[in-house]
Nanobody
């Protein structure tokens, strides 16, 4: 288990873009798949995207496919989520976590997340 930290949230208008960043401890990206999740008010936390620990594969929820892109920078120790064409339905607290590839479940302690609000 590792502790990750999210940043980059904010208020953005529909159709605009936002980039979230997840800071990971040294060595994490060479051993763990990392994913992004989100939780909207009154709803369960849901999977958004993940990038395999080898960096060769990515996976997305259908609701964000084609709009969101997950990437990683091993030198910086970050996993980013580029969110384009944002919609009000994307409003949520966004979290990153380590993931068992194929399960879409986080297994490390959850951080505080970063709030994303899409509104005009």
């Amino acid at each position: 288990q590792v502790q990750l930290a999210e940043s980059g949230g904010g208020l953005v208008q529909p159709g605009r873009s936002l980039r979230l960043s997840c800071a990971v401890p040294d060595g994490t990206l060479s051993s763990y798949t990392v994913g992004w999740f989100r939780q909207a008010p009154g709803k369960d936390r849901e999977f958004v995207a993940a990038i395999h620990w080898r960096g060769i594969s990515t996976e997305y929820a259908d609701s964000v496919k084609g709009r969101f892109t997950i990437s990683r920078d091993t030198a910086k120790g970050t996993v980013d989520l580029q969110m384009n064409s944002l919609e009000p339905e994307d409003t949520a607290v966004y979290y990153c976590n380590t993931v068992l590839w194929g399960t879409r479940d986080g297994f490390s302690p959850w951080g505080q997340g970063t709030q994303v609000t899409v509104s005009s």
